[in-house]
């Protein structure tokens, strides 16, 4: 009898232990398992890190096979997520670029039936993105801040790096992180407060500026480099805030006053040449052209701030710049009326056809905006380009370009509301975008339980070598030099 | 040997039960607050990713046990167990070393427990940091063989300083202490190890920092998850953490001195009267100065406004943080009018903290705006209160984040914080009723939300409750006269301020709606109509009981012809006799 039951029991075992595989009577269904984050039917890049996902709802345990258009199958196993193996998934995005993988999922409900849910697809694009994107994380939020950084995350891997913390810097505030034509060796960024100033890093060297002069109304804010190194615009501004009181709203960042100025790396010097420095108007989040000819900017004319928080509309503007020479001309052109709505975060595609930018409904500073979009316009016919796949209901902000023009990414709200998330958007030769993918983390439940946004990410090229803790270095011991103003 | 193992329990056990008496009477409602400041999750990842941290490990351990202090007695009962501990593991190492059986040495190895009860910790992450170390110096001096000794030494304090650092610096100097002490140690050898594990224990924190870490040189060395790390280290941290050697080396000193008392059951009876001398003294001088805004907060945290204003009845109220919690109650409760001018009114600040910073101020600003039915200020303070704190959370405040979110219509930020909270012990029945909120239409048919949206501002206006309260309160008020707390809250401003011609204003509203009028209104309005505007059939308009105008003609009748303390004596508690005699709080200057 005993012998009899132990058989009996290593039967069921034997029938029990399918290696996670689906079996016995499954349900077919034709509609999508739910997936967090949502990868079906998203383009991706071909060097993207594993796109590990989570399967919502109660379940027992849940089964994928993703299965390459070359014929490579590979199947996971798990209790809600799929937690992909590194080398299979590089496996599958070099044997199927330019192709598409299916992904059939299983689950298995508490009472041990399973479920076969309709099948996705993950096209691979044979365009690469950029391998590095470099943000700072923040709390979202009101005036106060507790821990800040700068990191740096390889999108090949998982492997995320601090390229500066502020725990290391006495929790002052550090923004404005921008890359020169996404070159990871020259790059700048802001420290507030303690150790308060403009640092530069040029291939390991560091600078430390103090970038107030007595022509400009506070220190440099929103930077742009310009590709030849030599030039970076920002924005001057005189920076509000106040909180809302109704539902509707939370907050509102304005400017009392601001202008647009060139600084030039080599002479230490903002050139008012090159400048744009008006009382009747509001000019704010400059950028260059790829080539380095156009300097293009947001303007409104200046009026009450804050009486006027909520009508005042930046234009999308542009004026040619004289890198030799290091100056401006003398017109300016209007590429977007602000008629019905306000312009910000212009950026144009390294190729030099698409230009980018966001669209709230007043004032330059989105983030609280839940109507802020991103629009882009082909800039060989100056028309704009449906960008509805890429937008949704929440706010969608920032932006950064790859390299190849290719890839964008952008900060959006769209998962929760509140937390500034970066989504990755193909965008094909024409200017269309695909449906953004949620940057993959190791763990997909890792964002339910992040409670940082990730500002400003920028596409870089390769990783950020300076060492935090030289930054740490420059940061308390050396003095900060004077920027002239000509 | 058995009466002295008697003793020596006896001693610890008095110490249990002092540490117990005297965390549950003074630190009761403290650490009730401070459990507050930490959030264990149910989750693979909370584990693994503060295993990479240093101190991880130690800082799991104090979230987990932490977690339970909203529980009665679980902070006073671990608190004292774990000093007890402390007290035992240290005894237990200097008999390693001294193997001494005096009974002077007995009572000193409390004194550094004893440190804890002087210096509070806020988290027990320090506490059980100090154990860990001592737990791995009695380890070293527990192995006999001198070469597995030196090896286990150079590993326990790389693993306490992963898992639980700074517990390394106190197990490597009490290490090093040991070797230098014991006889049976080769003197060359000895000081030598001792020399090693003391530079390890100071170069480790320097190599983590270059390999595995990116990290501040203070967290290297001591973690950051045993105080605030944008504060300075605590005194209290050097006090205590360097009490350990400094008494083994006294020890050492004075291991040849003859003991206190030659008779060694005199000396027993002595050292237990003693150290229940002590303990009693401590316990009873050592309140906290703070316990009463502490319970006020534990009891506004589970909503139990009514007995804050039953408590504030019996008992004079200490400090402008419970001040705020009293008026808010009262005001929250209906009876702002009876207390009003009874409460040590301070002005703007007794009412809500002035531009708060503080861990209370927020936790303050975020109730007072919530009852007041500024649900975006609740939120904002509940926000700030979260991220400016030590560990970046802060359940109490997730929860208001929760609810202000659910008010909002912000159903997706709801549930962010939601799914963090139901990964907890204590917070997920709240989250487990919330889950059924985050549909529309069960939102707006719920009660709590329907009433909250109903009060909601809808005139937009930038005032700060916090900076600017009766602008702020105004527009509250006049979008909803229905605002009850905010009414309430915004009449008491102005009679406390004696602007008497704005509540006039608010009184002719209340006037329409048939309201009954408190006792003290009728006064204010009595004087007003008395004082300022002689407008009789206005004030016969109004419902002033007679009782309250007969005493109010006495008054006037009386003012001049009383001496002042009759007068006081006689009408010290009426709106009249504050007006005219009573100088109201300072004006905040704007």
Known sequence: MKTANSLLFFLFCLLSCTGGKPFGDIEMRNESASLFPNYADVTIPPNIAPLNFRLEGEMKACYATLTGENGQVFSYKGTNQIILKPGQWKKLLTGNTGKSLSVTVSTQSRDGRWTTWQPFHIYISPDSIDSHLVYRLIEPGYEKWHIVGIYQRNLETFDEKPIIKNDMTGYNCMNCHSFCAGDPGLMMFHMRATYGATYIVSNGDISKLNTKTDGTISNMTYPYWHPSGRYITTSVNDIKQFFHSVKEKKMEVFDFESDVIVYDVERQTILSAASIITKDAFETFPSFSPGGEWLYFCSAPATQMPESYDSIRYNLCRVSFDAAQGRIGSTIDTLVSATLHSTTFPRISPDGRFLMYTETAYGQFPIWHKDAETRMIDLSDCKQIDMSVMNSDDTDSYHSWSRNSRWVVVSSRRDNGLYTLPYLVHIDASGHPSKPFLLPQKNPDMYDYFLYSYNIPELVTGEVTVSPYALQHAAQTFPATQVRFE | ?590
């Not at chain 2, 007695?73 to 190492?93: C, D, G, K, N």
């Not at chain 2, 009974?103 to 506490?127: H, M, Y």
């Not at chain 2, 930038?462 to 602008?471: C, G, N, Q, R, V």
């Open chain 2, 1 to 590: 040997m058995k009466g002295l193992l008697t003793y020596k329990n006896l001693i610890f056990l008095l110490f249990f039960v002092g540490s117990f008496l005297f965390f549950e009477v003074n630190y009761r409602y403290w650490y009730r607050f401070m459990e507050q400041y930490s959030l264990f999750l149910n989750t693979d990842a909370y584990f693994s990713d503060l295993l990479k941290q240093v101190g991880g490990f130690n800082e799991y351990l104090t979230t987990f046990i932490t977690q339970f202090f909203v529980l009665p007695f679980v902070s006073s009962v671990t608190i004292a167990l774990l000093l007890t501990l402390i007290s035992i593991v240290f005894a237990t190492y200097l008999h390693k070393i001294f193997q001494f059986s005096t009974l002077n040495f007995q009572l000193l190895t409390l004194l550094p427990a004893f440190l804890f009860w002087l210096f509070p910790v806020e988290s027990i992450a320090f506490i059980l940091a100090v154990l860990t170390g001592l737990a791995a110096a009695l380890g070293y001096a527990s192995i006999k063989k001198p070469l597995v000794r030196y090896v286990a030494g150079f590993l326990l304090i790389t693993v306490t300083y992963l898992l639980s650092a700074p517990a390394y610096l106190p197990a490597a100097l009490l290490m090093t202490i040991y070797e230098c002490c014991t006889t049976t140690t080769k003197k060359g050898s000895g000081y030598t190890v001792s020399l090693g594990l003391l530079a390890w224990a100071l170069v480790l924190p320097l190599v983590a920092m270059r390999t595995c870490y990116v990290i501040p040189m203070r967290e290297a060395y001591f973690s950051r998850h045993l105080f605030h790390p944008e504060y300075a280290l605590p005194a209290s941290f050097w006090y205590i953490g360097c009490s350990f050697p400094m008494l083994s080396i006294g020890v050492w000193l004075l291991r040849n001195c003859r003991p206190l008392f030659r008779n060694e059951k005199l000396g027993r009876i002595a050292s237990v009267s003693f150290l229940t001398v002590v303990t009693v003294c401590i316990i009873y001088f050592g309140k906290h100065p703070l316990e009463q805004v502490y319970h006020y907060d534990w009891l506004a945290r589970n909503q139990q406004w009514d007995i804050i204003c039953e408590h504030v009845d019996k008992h004079p109220v200490k400090d402008k943080d419970a001040l705020v919690y009293a008026n808010l109650a009262y005001a929250h409760t209906g009876r702002f009018n009876e207390a009003l001018l009874r409460l040590p009114q301070i002005g703007d600040e007794g009412f809500i903290p002035h531009d708060p910073v503080t861990r209370l101020g927020l936790i303050e600003a975020s109730e007072v705006a919530w009852l007041l039915n500024h649900t975006n200020s609740a939120q904002r303070f509940a926000f700030v209160g979260v991220l400016s704190s030590q560990r970046n959370v802060q359940p109490r405040l997730m929860k208001r984040l929760v609810e202000t979110y659910l008010v909002n219509e912000e159903y997706k930020a709801a549930e962010k914080y939601m799914k963090i909270l139901e990964k907890t012990t204590f917070y997920k029945a709240d989250v487990s009723k919330w889950y059924k909120l985050l549909n529309p239409e069960t939102a707006a048919a719920t009660p709590w939300i329907a009433e909250k949206r109903s009060l909601n501002p809808v005139t937009d206006n930038p005032y700060d409750l916090t900076k600017t309260l009766p602008d702020a309160l105004a527009f509250l008020i006049d979008d909803h006269s229905d605002n009850k707390t905010a009414f309430e809250y915004g009449m008491g401003y102005l009679l406390l301020y004696k602007n008497l011609g704005a509540f006039i204003h608010y009184m002719e509203q209340l006037k329409e709606t048939g309201q009954p009028l408190s006792v003290l209104y009728q006064e204010a309005i009595c004087l007003y109509y008395n004082a300022v505007e002689n407008n009789p059939e206005v004030f016969h308009s109004y419902p002033i009981s007679s009782v309250v105008y007969s005493r109010f003609s006495g008054y006037l009748q009386q003012v001049r012809t009383l001496s002042p303390a009759l007068l006081a004596q006689q009408y010290g508690d009426t709106y009249y006799y504050y007006a005219q005699f009573v100088q109201p709080p300072k004006m905040p200057s704007r």
